[in-house]
């Protein structure tokens, strides 16, 4: 485990977004570095549309949860919460957004924004906005063992999702195509 | 497996069990433990171990089936969530005195916060109160581990043994090294000695007296004695910590400099607290600080009160979460650093929750609010309890307590002379878990309400989960079924008909018939049956879809979105009028009944029912 990047980043959504499987495909994505990781997640009555957040700890960490002020990332599937979570970022952190207007956002304060949701919309598959704005996080941030900011590469995600959604044929090939979409409008 | 997984807390508390060798476990669902049970059933069909899985139908009945198991000599163990612990209080407290053979767990998981409860209780005070050992994990991998210790303490000592994980463990994920499975190999064997399972008063005090001596014995049991996690730090203060704030103080004193000069003590059983590590504590510490989650159960065992910071001194705070950045300015004020301005904890708020697009719920409320516009509407523990976003839910208790308390309402109105409409509703997994005996005690005392159950075939809130009437178990193999409607007359009722929420104007008249016949005769009960749908298991029994549209009749006033509240009726601030969110539209159709001007409506006309 030596050497492993020690990162923490939060997830933010609203329940059904998929908040928690970019959360576990993150922390799968950490396994295969070789490192640890914990990670907290939102159940129950919050996952009825409401308020849905998960925070993830890479490497060497022994409690779940992430202190404001100390989160390397945030990744916000709904731009409505970003005024809540903001406060979880460390000085200089960065933060991903989904965003319908990103020209706006783009840039101010650390932010990279992409119109997640309406690149689903257009490839045909609604559900997919997690996972493009994760492979935009991805490209955009670049991993950190090739001099970007993330723990893991795109390489690593698509191995877990394999690995998760290996049985599942049609499922695995629509969400890597949502990832590949997020990774090419990452990429500037 | 010889490679690390990621492992939800529940899932690895459920792995812990299968290595363990259990062969009995039970439980009722309830957030944050519903996934316990479910994972031991994918362990045991990856590992191929025998064992009786089973979600039974109420804690109660969950708690008694696994401790029977044990008198039989297996090891088992029964799950819950806190206040599902409540309900099983009664054979726990029992059980403590009789004891156990086989190994025999009991797992409540507490919810600090609370997050998803009616309550922060502290389960580690129902086990001083019965008398039993409380391990208290701090960590997905630990919980892992202390499966294993719980049971050789509950074997050694034939006692049963409380794992207590919280929130942040059971829904925490961690790389974990699965371990291997050990299939006991045991057979039930029940030795007859109705001295101890029958013990009459008289026994029972021996049995008391025999529970004492374990406990002590227990607090002088070194493998769960606390631990310091920095033997080298040096002081004349301490920090005793359990659970995740164990886990929060020991990364927050490592990032503050702290690590080598305030000693830290994890503790793995709150109670009983071994008494050699009290002792130590005030020979070695002017000062300690405890903290703990929810109550002050170490704290109150640690006797010299002028030593001891924690809540019971006000140092920690009574209600809430030890978010880590609590534990921070505690241990920052404890240690006389700075108060970091910054840790501050995260803004509550935001989008609150809301019953789901196309849920046959929201059409059974904005109904009961037709048909009785000046009742009052006592719920119960669901999904459901989201109706209060809607106006159609004025109590909510605990598990049943709609029934009881629709009673209640009639009884109190009724000797005041003023007759007033009571709607209640409770979901079908709740109405067999507890809504049983007050329906019961309505029919005998005459009570005069509607009691709405409402039927969506599943225990929707936790994840899906079977009820008593579906015919289908843990592990989806069938199952013997209860038919709600006998069950319903069988109770007396008089008045017991099925409707379907969705089909609204047919809905409220049904409803409005029930209430004239409560009127007159007692408890009247409606059957609201339509699936969920979230559930996948029963997406082909979900009305045709229709298509609807807004047209330009809709004015703005809003009375879809505040008394029918869909997600998928959303306010457009700029047209001033409201537009249908095809993402989150089910066409369920419901809403073509809802506007006052008639300005949502159906694109293709002919598409469906009814």
């Known amino acids: 485990m030596s050497g492993q990047v020690r990162q923490q980043i939060v997830v933010s959504g609203v329940g059904g977004q998929g908040v928690l499987f970019v959360t576990r495909l993150l922390a799968d994505a950490a396994i295969r570095r070789g490192g640890s990781v914990l990670t907290s997640e939102t159940h129950g009555m919050a996952q009825r549309g409401g308020v849905v957040v998960s925070h993830l700890k890479a490497g060497d960490f022994a409690g779940p949860l992430v202190r404001t002020g100390q989160a390397d990332g945030l990744i916000v599937l709904k731009e409505e919460n970003l005024p809540l979570h903001r406060e979880f970022i460390k000085p200089g952190g960065w933060i991903v957004l989904n965003t319908p207007r990103p020209g706006a956002a783009e840039g101010t304060g650390g932010v990279h924004a992409v119109d997640a949701d309406g690149r689903a919309h257009e490839s045909g598959n609604l559900q997919a906005a997690n996972l493009i704005l994760l492979g935009f996080a991805l490209a955009r941030l670049g991993a950190a063992d090739r001099g970007g900011r993330l723990f893991c590469s795109p390489d690593d995600i698509e191995a877990a999702l394999t690995q998760r959604m290996g049985d599942r044929e049609s499922a695995l090939r629509a969400s890597i195509a949502a990832l590949h979409l997020g990774i090419l409008r990452g990429k500037r | ?610």
């Open chain 2, 1 to 610: 497996m010889n490679e690390r997984v990621l492992m939800l807390g529940n899932e690895a508390i459920a792995r812990g069990l299968v290595e363990s060798g259990c062969s009995v476990a039970t439980s009722y669902p309830g957030t944050p433990a519903s996934e316990i049970l479910s994972s031991a059933v994918q362990w045991r069909k990856a590992c191929g171990v025998p064992m009786h899985i089973q979600w039974a139908v109420n804690e109660k009945v969950a708690l008694e089936i696994a401790y029977t198991a044990s008198l039989t000599g297996l090891r088992s163990a029964v799950s819950m969530k806190q206040v599902g612990l409540n309900v099983a209080s009664d054979p726990l407290m029992s059980a403590a005195y009789t004891g156990v053979m086989g190994g025999f767990l009991v797992i409540s998981a507490d919810d600090p916060g609370p997050h998803s409860s009616q309550t922060e209780q502290d389960s580690r005070l129902m086990a001083m109160m019965a008398k039993v050992p409380v391990l208290d994990p701090s960590s997905p991998a630990y919980a892992r581990e202390l499966v294993e210790i719980g049971y050789e303490i509950s074997e050694i000592f034939r006692i049963p043994v409380m794992l207590r994980p919280t929130t942040r463990v059971c829904h925490a994920c961690q790389d974990i090294l699965p371990g291997e499975v050990r299939p006991l190999r045991r057979e039930a064997d029940f030795r007859k000695s109705p001295a101890r399972w029958a013990a009459t008063p008289a026994f029972r005090f021996e049995l008391h007296r025999e529970l004492a001596e374990k406990l002590a014995a227990i607090a002088a049991w070194p493998r769960t004695a606390p631990a310091r996690l920095n033997p080298h730090a040096e002081g004349r203060r301490a920090v005793v910590a359990s659970g995740v704030a164990a886990a929060h103080a020991g990364e927050i004193l490592l990032e503050s400099g702290l690590w080598d000069r305030l000693p830290i003590y994890r503790v793995v059983q709150p109670f009983p607290l071994h008494t050699a590590f009290i002792a130590h504590l005030f020979a070695a510490y002017e000062e300690i600080l405890v903290l703990e989650e929810t109550a002050a159960v170490i704290e109150m065992q640690l006797l010299d009160r002028r030593r001891v910071r924690g809540r019971m001194t006000g140092t920690v705070p009574e209600a809430g979460e030890l978010l880590p950045e609590i534990v921070e300015r505690l241990i920052a004020e404890f240690a006389g650093l700075p108060v970091k301005e910054e840790s501050a904890t995260a803004k509550g708020g935001g989008r609150r929750p809301t019953l789901c697009a196309g849920c046959p719920h929201r059409s059974s409320f904005y109904a009961i609010k037709k048909a009785a516009p000046k009742g009052i509407y006592p719920s119960d523990i669901g999904c459901y309890t989201l109706g209060l976003n809607l106006g159609g839910v004025d109590t909510v208790l605990c598990m049943g307590a709609a029934v009881s308390q629709a009673a209640g309402f009639y009884q109190a109105y009724r000797l005041a002379g003023k007759p007033v409409d009571i709607v209640a509703t409770i979901g079908d997994s709740t109405f067999y878990h507890a809504g049983v005996p007050p329906l019961i005690d309505a029919v005998v005392q005459g009570a005069r309400f509607v009691l709405v159950i409402l039927d969506n075939s599943t225990t929707a809130m936790t994840g899906f989960q079977a009820t008593p009437a579906t015919g289908i178990g843990a592990a989806n193999e069938p199952t013997g079924a209860v038919d709600m409607e006998s069950l319903v007359r069988g109770c007396g009722v008089g008045f017991c008909k099925v409707g379907t929420p969705s089909r609204l104007p047919e809905f409220t008249g049904l409803l409005k018939e029930a209430v004239a016949f409560s009127h007159e005769r007692g408890p009247a009960v409606v059957i609201a049956r339509e699936p969920c749908v979230m559930d996948r298991r029963q997406s082909n029994r979900l009305p045709p879809r229709r298509k609807v549209r807004v047209n330009e009749e809709c004015n703005g006033c809003r009375h879809c979105t505040e008394q029918f509240e869909c997600p998928a009726l959303v306010y457009d601030e700029g047209g001033q009028r409201i537009f249908v969110d095809t993402l989150q539209c089910t066409g369920c159709g419901v809403c073509l009944h809802v506007c006052p001007r008639s300005a949502i409506v159906e694109e293709d006309p002919g598409g469906g029912n009814p």
